[in-house]
């Protein structure tokens, strides 16, 4: 475990390399923000772990490209869900007292080969990350972050539209109207700051990534993902890695400031 400190200390991340790479803990001004977690349990439950080469559901665990099907594990019975990294050991590849940078591959779960790197970084007022993915052979490409936020007393998740899921839980290409709390689907455009208040911080999620999948079911918890696609985009209209080039998003976690 890795603790990043904010030069002004009122920030205190913890990243667990041996366990994907997470943000296994997020305190700031001495208040916990991240459902916490070990290794006892689900490793899809705590913290804030990166989705790599895809993040959501697949259906069926199977993936369509180029003329072939190849079957990925079914951690999520029927489907597999939010990659193949998040339960692997990172390798640390620079560490101050306030960044880290790990990387890792994709394991066997993942019929192609290729490399991410994820950045870390707190300073006084946000916590920065950065994935960065290199293939080394033409893949479908598709990464995301998943925080298990405290359930926040107050929040603002307002989107243009939602994608409709199907019978079996998948999203489609159908936008529809936001439904009110509590869901568990994929939202697109946001209308204005994509606002938590939790445990009286105010913080503001903004990305570079397209899409926003809201988990809200648990009384405990709720989560706010940025994805680069919808769930299943890796069959349904997939982004193309070529083999030796790189593709990176961002997300960022802006504490606000007390005037």
């Given amino acids: ?5 904010s030069p002004n200390h009122q920030i205190i991340a913890k990243v667990f390399p041996e366990f994907g790479s997470r943000l296994g803990s997020l305190v700031i001004n001495e208040q916990h923000i991240l459902l916490t977690g070990g290794n006892d349990d689900d490793p899809l439950s705590w913290g804030c772990y990166p989705m790599v080469p895809f993040a959501g559901r697949l259906r069926h665990g199977k993936l369509h490209f180029n003329n072939a099907t190849h079957q990925l594990r079914l951690n999520h019975q029927p489907h597999s869900i939010h990659g193949t990294v998040f339960d692997r050991t990172w390798d640390i590849h620079q560490q101050t007292s306030s960044s880290i940078t790990l990387e890792t591959d994709f394991g066997i779960h993942w019929p192609f080969q290729g490399t991410v790197i994820h950045h ?6 946000q916590i920065h990350f950065e994935l960065t993915v290199t293939a080394h052979e033409t893949m479908p490409v598709q990464v995301g972050w998943h925080p298990w936020f405290i359930k926040p007393q107050s929040s603002s998740l307002r ?3 939602m994608l409709q899921r199907d019978p079996q839980g998948i999203t489609t290409t159908q936008e529809v109207e936001p439904p009110q709390s509590p869901v568990d689907d994929c939202f697109i455009n946001p209308q204005g700051d994509v606002t938590l208040t939790i445990n009286e911080q105010h913080l503001t999620l903004t990305s570079n ?13 709720t989560c706010v993902e940025p994805q680069s696609g919808p769930p299943n985009v890796s069959n349904d209209s997939p982004f193309v890695l ?3 080039e790189t593709f990176r998003r961002w997300f960022d976690i802006e504490v606000l ?3």
């Fill in 257 to 259: 400031r007390e005037t």
């Fill in 159 to 161: 989107f243009e539209s």
């Fill in 209 to 221: 990534c397209s899409h926003w999948v809201i988990f809200d079911k648990p009384e405990n918890a």
């Fill in 242 to 244: 070529i083999a030796g």
């Fill in 120 to 125: 870390i970084e707190v300073t006084d007022h």
């Fill in 1 to 5: 475990m890795i603790t990043l400190t």
